[in-house]
């Protein structure tokens, strides 16, 4: 296996991902790729606020059974007001990602001196108590884009880039990269 | 408004994008956040291969009546086969990205000394030419995740984050980062 780095060596800060706003028909694909970015740029878990989504759940298994990383959950039918005030009870940082937010580059720095981050992503309208709620709502770039995009970027600015050697010992399969076509080496 | 950068302050590299597989039913939101994230991070145009979708005209069309950049288009019912070759013939090189290909970090530099780049994102399954005709074929991690997040790290990457404070003189109404809460300002 190439050279890697394991989660606990990404962390700290751990980071959790809470999903709000989903809503099953209209963003199971956007949904699924936050997941998966989360999961590929070293967060330990998904929360979906209230909502429960079987297919969501079929998906990860797959990734995890194919691609690894056991230790990733994704729990559904969260009620994130008592999420959020839990995580700021226990020490936690809640970031909420939001266009109207401050520059990455100004509160990066802060966010990294936490032991455990609750990132926060929106669908379209997200309700004024999570801006209120929020230590930081924080921007990248104060365009409207994706929140896919601006978890991974806030992701990869965290780690600086470390996180895309993330370890997964309990994958079925791995990628050799290459500069033509796809190597794939399966394990045991 | 806000200090900000011009998108010819930001080139070179010019950024085009071709986006391939789009099926306009289950593709229709994440092809939407390819675009805006093209827009956003800085790129000029977006292709989208084969098929001819009215709505993402629309949300284009909104999008740039609010927030500005009116240099930036979407060209849909292109032959992206056609495109890739011409693109090639005139001196452009041309960027797949997948989680199959070379780690961003050993190969941006060189896309950095191109004058224009198509940066080609895929759906589930790209056929095998793309991978033979590009220049490079690029991961952002080979881990599975999304081409929204894919295409957004890698131009933040290709701009060193200049991309987040680009400007887009003729918006409707811009954003006023802060802190809590959400500032919006209109113009004219």
Known sequence: MQ???TIEQLEPPEIHV???GHRPERDKRITTHVILVARAFGAR???IADVVDE???QTVRKVL???GGKYFSLIMGVNPRKL???WKNSGGTVVHLTMYGLPIDEVV???RKSKKVLVVVGAEKVPRWVFEEADLNVAI???PHSEVSALAVFLDRLREGRELSLCFPDAKMYIVPSAKGKKVVRTG
Chains 1, 2 share one sequence.
Do not use: F
């Open 3 to 5: 050279s890697c780095i």
């Open 18 to 20: 809470l999903r709000l």
């Open 45 to 47: 878990a998904v929360y």
């Open 55 to 57: 297919k969501l759940e």
């Open 65 to 67: 059974e194919t691609w």
């Open 84 to 86: 959020v005030k839990e």
């Open 109 to 111: 720095d802060d966010v």
């Open 141 to 143: 770039g104060n365009q």
